[in-house]
């Protein structure tokens, strides 16, 4: 039976240095990430007990220590380290759904933001 269940990370903002150019990484960015994962809560909605599910606060902790200690020319390169780096570090998750957007990003046009969304399963 596939898990329907779902905690969600939503508006994680945070500043990093990733970027197409030499001058993107010396500069940096803000930037904002949504993360859905699916993980089975039934356990953890019967014992009230954070030891059987997943913290989301070191989820959010994950993602912005993978953000700010690596740099890359490209979100996409971005997104799939910090899947890669969640899955290590947390069993529970069978699947995540995660959006990482480059906040008012460096284009000759107003822009609200760019990113990518991508789905892993483990």
């Not at 599910?53 to 380290?81: G, H, K, M, P």
Request: a negative charge; proline letters at 2%; charged letters at 25%.
């Amino acid at each position: 039976m596939a898990i329907s269940d779902t905690i969600l990370i939503t508006g994680l903002e945070f500043y990093a240095y990733h970027g197409a150019t030499d001058e993107e990484r010396k500069v940096g960015h803000r930037y904002r990430v949504d993360a859905r994962l699916s993980v089975d809560i039934r356990n953890a909605g019967a014992s009230d007990s954070l030891e059987e599910t997943v913290n989301y606060a070191a989820v959010a902790l994950c993602i912005q220590e993978v953000a700010q200690t690596n740099q890359f020319r490209l979100i996409e390169a971005l997104a799939t380290l910090i899947v890669r780096v969640v899955f290590e570090r947390f069993s529970l998750i069978e699947a995540i759904t995660l959006k990482v957007e480059k906040l008012m990003p460096p284009y000759p046009a107003i822009v609200e933001s760019v990113g990518v969304e991508i789905f892993r399963t483990r």
